[in-house]
């Protein structure tokens, strides 16, 4: 399969799908795919896709299974799900409790974990429901996703950020699963769903006059002409007034046609302009660039984002012993009541107000420019809000304070993941494994880049390597780099998706 036929299959499953796939990974997607099929021309498999036969339509469930991610777990981002349970639902309700109406659409909602999390939400704020008529639909596209989200059963790998007594109170354990209460169950609706191909609104599926629509985490994977289409989707779809929460940042430098941008400390979302009268609307809010310490000369190889750049060559970043010393005196120096910004960014990151973490975190960091921490809990809050660019920025400059931390490389594996550069992800991966060889995150992260491009034997490994990790720590103890997730959870995860000596 030469350059250009790649290219062609690419854009093919873009206009498609609205999927911006890395060329490599959809090489040996489509390249496996056909040899199953027999088709030996690209061309020829395209064509097959473009049929609209019971076969196609099989074909295009199988491959948008292997292309999309379903990661996912309930009550994801507790910053936007504060904000959406205390100010957006609670407006809504407000004003349509003569209506004694509620629409909610999960565009892209996987397996389900986010709109039965809005069902959960919507109970707890509604004590008289049964008086409303509530209508929550989550759609995908993938088909497999979509069933899954149907059955309601869930492992202990969707519960990472949910407490324990909202588990017991929705869920009972059976079978070693999860199984959701029925009232949520019945509360939402499921269908497969494609934000470029399908129309929208839809009266005949219930997808129209929409009070609010989550759509997140899905346009990172869309070139920008399908953002933009699937965005005036979505904006004609929402009622006067209605509400648009996408993930952190997915928007930016996006023309919002119809819509309006309103900032909260948690989080940017954006109104159907028809119903936000201008003194509803608040400032466009951008907090100030914090002082980016320039990184060690060291660091100037592989291009992370065309920001940041790290040196693939180079065996291990060097010791840097006075920038040790010198984070220690400022350390020393957060107990003063200088700095008292470090001690309100950390408690504003804990509450989910990534923005206002960020502009206290930056103002410390003018007097205290090699504070280790707080570069990294500055790192931390711009990705949280999706800032990926500014984040790789103070990834290079925590390396510059110690290069010899796993936490900035952790981050830059992630940001190039998340920009289909999967071979510096493997680069920052490996060095994260180096630095402290018991990071079981960096395990399975590397394995699950070898899965996604069709080689799962070489992640086979990795996973065992993880697993031996997690049997010798304690049951209750936490894991670097998963927030709320135990060792015991995490094992248990483990051993039922993975046979030992083999794959799932």
């Not at 936007?80 to 349970?85: E, P, T, V």
């Not at 588990?167 to 169950?185: P, Q, S």
């Not at 960020?358 to 003018?366: D, G, P, S, T």
Request: proline share 5%.
């Amino acid at each position: 399969m030469n350059t250009l036929s790649m290219s062609y299959v690419k854009d093919f499953i873009s206009a498609h799908t609205g999927l911006n796939v890395e060329e490599k990974t959809l090489s040996s997607t489509v390249i496996s795919r056909m040899k199953v099929l027999g088709f030996d021309y690209v061309d020829a498999y395209c064509r097959f896709l473009e049929s609209d036969s019971p076969e196609s339509k099989k074909e295009w469930k199988e491959l948008c299974q292997i292309i999309t991610t379903g990661e996912s777990f309930f009550f994801r981002d507790k910053g936007q799900f504060h904000l959406i349970r205390y100010t957006i639902l609670k407006a809504i309700i407000e004003a349509n409790r003569d209506a004694k109406s509620l629409r909610i659409w999960s565009a892209g909602c996987s397996t389900g974990e986010e709109p039965y999390s809005l069902a959960i939400t919507v109970m707890e704020l509604l004590p008289e429901i049964n008086l409303w008529n509530v209508s929550i639909i989550g759609t995908d596209i993938n088909e497999d996703a979509i069933e899954k989200a149907r059955k309601g059963q869930y492992s202990d790998w969707s519960f990472r950020m949910v407490d324990p007594g909202t588990i017991a109170a929705y869920f009972k354990r059976r079978k070693g699963m999860y199984e959701l209460d029925e009232r949520v169950r019945r509360m939402v609706v499921f269908r497969q769903g494609n934000l470029i191909r399908d129309a929208f609104p839809d009266a005949a599926s219930g997808i129209c006059d929409i009070d609010l629509i989550l759509c997140r985490n899905v346009f990172i994977y869309f070139q920008p002409d399908n953002i933009a289409l699937a965005l005036g989707k979505l904006s004609r779809t929402l009622n006067k007034g209605g509400y648009l929460i996408t993930g952190h940042a997915e928007l930016q430098s996006v023309p919002l046609i119809g819509l309006a941008p309103v900032t909260y400390p948690q989080s940017i979302i954006y109104r159907r302009v028809a119903d936000c009268p201008a003194k509803e609307q608040r400032p466009f809010y951008n907090p100030p660039m914090p002082l980016i310490i320039q990184p060690i000369k060291q660091i100037s190889v592989i291009n992370i984002g065309k920001n940041v750049t790290i040196n693939k060559s180079a065996a291990m970043p060097v010791k840097p012993v006075e920038a040790r010393k010198v984070a220690a005196g400022d350390k020393a120096k957060a107990a003063t009541p200088e700095g008292g910004f470090y001690a309100e960014a950390q408690a504003l990151y804990k509450e989910g107000k990534y923005l206002l973490a960020i502009e206290k975190a930056a103002m410390f960091l003018k007097d205290n420019p090699r504070h280790y921490d707080a570069h990294v809990l500055l790192l931390r809050s711009y990705a949280n809000t999706g800032d990926l660019k500014r984040a790789a920025d103070v990834c290079a400059s925590a390396i510059g304070v110690d290069s010899l931390r796993p936490e900035p490389y952790y981050m830059l594996a992630q940001i190039a993941e998340e920009q289909g550069n999967t071979d510096d992800a493997v680069v920052m991966f490996n060095r994260v494994i180096y630095l402290n060889p018991r990071a079981v995150a960096a395990y399975l992260e590397l394995n699950a880049i070898y899965e996604h491009e069709g080689d799962p034997k070489k992640g086979v490994k990795l996973v065992e390597a993880a697993v031996k990790i997690l049997e010798r720590l304690p049951a209750d103890g936490a894991v670097e780099f998963y927030d709320g997730v135990t060792a015991g959870e995490l094992l248990a995860h483990l051993r039922k998706t993975y046979r030992p000596g083999g794959v799932n």
